[in-house]
Each structure stands twice: as C-alpha cells, then as structure tokens.
C-alpha cells in the first residue's frame, strides 16, 4: 500500500490532453516538494518534474505540474506515442522521515 | 554530465546476503546524496533510504533497518547497498539514485543509475 495515491490507469489519444493526480497528507504532499518520474518498461525512472512544476532541463513543454493542498497533479498536452509509460509521485514525508512513491500510474497512448 | 553506472545481476539463496555497488561520475561525488530505491517485479517504486557519501552517514527506512548497510568510498566515486538476511520478497530491481540538490537527504532523486536485478531463490 502506497503512501500517495494516483489511479492505476489513464488513457487518452494522440494530440489530447491527460492528468496524472496525486494524493497524500500534511507530512508529505501539502508540506514538501513534488517529483514526477517517467518509467518506460525496463528502464529506470526518469525525472520530468520537480519541485512541483519545474521541469529539468529536455523535457518538452508539453510537461506540467501543478499542486494544492494535498494533491498534485502532472499534466502532458501534445501525447504522442513516446509518452507511453508508467508515472510515478514522490516526495519527501516529514512525519515517517522517508522518501515516498505513490504507486504508479500507466498511461496508454491509444 | 552525471552517470550513474550499477554492478550487474546477482543470484542468491535465501539467508544470504547481496552488495550492489553504484559508481558516480560527471559531477563532484560528495556534494549530493544518494538514495536507494527498489522495485519487485511488477510493482511500483519503494525508498530504502540515504547515504551522505561525503560523512557515510546514512538515514534508512525503518522496514529495512538492521539488514541495511549502505557505505561510501570517496576514493572511487562509489557508493554499495548491502542486503542481509535475504528473503524471496527481495527480488527486485535495486536502484541506486543522486539527489536532486545539494546536500539534502530529503532531496528526491534526479539522476539514477540502470538498476540491478537481485533474485533470491533456492
């Protein structure tokens, strides 16, 4: 069971527009920063997002992320085919004092 | 530009224990902390913990304490997770991973490194 919770699944078709949600607590999401990891299969994750809406240095602009409160959400406008893969939250929990992950989210490009 | 590259796979039995070695380039090696995060075969992303590879202090996760080791050798740029007392539910990709600002634990990773498959099996 993971500390933040997004939905299992998204989907959406080439050229739209899909939100990936993530949903903590005060001790982690409403009090600490946000990451984004991108996983396609056998890779490892791959950063496209942090401190809540700043994207590292070759991720498109088609990459967004916002947060309130205890939820955080990643947006992508423009999917393409390449985009296909599993998307992870994380952030730091002050109260465990532990990394957390939510538990992943795929995202199928139809 | 930062690498991150990981010793290969490894099998072992049950009771035994693993070392997986992260070897750091591109950037100066003691500025930024490394994490360690695992992921069992078809399942999401879990934190095992921190190491301060400049003082060796390291932070861990209280599921893993006591059969965790994570050390740092400045000499070689190379930080290793030790895993004791392995069980079949630590088979897993094992990650190593640099934090993404300087010298914070609580910084999540930025770079990572190409994963190590551990298998525990009799």
């Known amino acids: 069971q993971s500390v933040l919770t997004q939905p299992p699944s998204v989907s959406a078709a080439p050229g739209q527009k899909v939100t990936i949600s993530c949903s903590g607590s005060s001790s982690n999401v409403g009090n600490n920063h946000i990451s984004w990891y991108q996983q396609l299969p056998g890779t490892a994750p791959k950063l496209v997002m942090y401190d809540n809406n700043r994207r590292p240095s070759g991720i498109p602009d088609r990459f967004s992320g916002s947060k309130s409160g205890t939820s955080a959400t990643l947006g992508i406008t423009g999917l393409q085919t390449g985009d296909e893969a599993d998307y992870y939250c994380g952030t730091w929990d002050s109260g465990l004092s532990a990394g957390v992950f939510g538990g992943g989210t795929k995202l199928t490009v139809l | 530009q930062v690498q991150l590259v990981q010793s290969g796979a490894e099998v072992k039995k049950p009771g035994a224990s693993v070392k997986v070695s992260c070897k750091a380039s591109?950037?100066?090696?003691?500025?930024?902390?490394f994490h360690w995060v695992r992921q069992a075969p078809g399942q999401g992303l879990e934190w095992m913990g921190w190491?301060?590879?400049?003082?060796?202090?390291?932070?861990?996760v209280q599921k893993f304490q006591g059969r965790v080791t994570m050390t740092s050798d400045t000499s070689i740029s190379t930080v290793y997770m030790e895993l004791s007392t392995l069980k079949s539910d630590d088979t897993a990709v094992y990650f190593c991973a640099r934090a993404r600002a300087f010298g914070a634990g609580s910084s999540l990773p930025a770079y990572w490194g190409q994963g190590t498959l551990v298998t525990v099996s009799s």
């Open positions: 591109g950037y100066r090696f003691i500025d930024y902390y």
């Open positions: 190491i301060n590879p400049d003082s060796g202090g390291t932070h861990y």
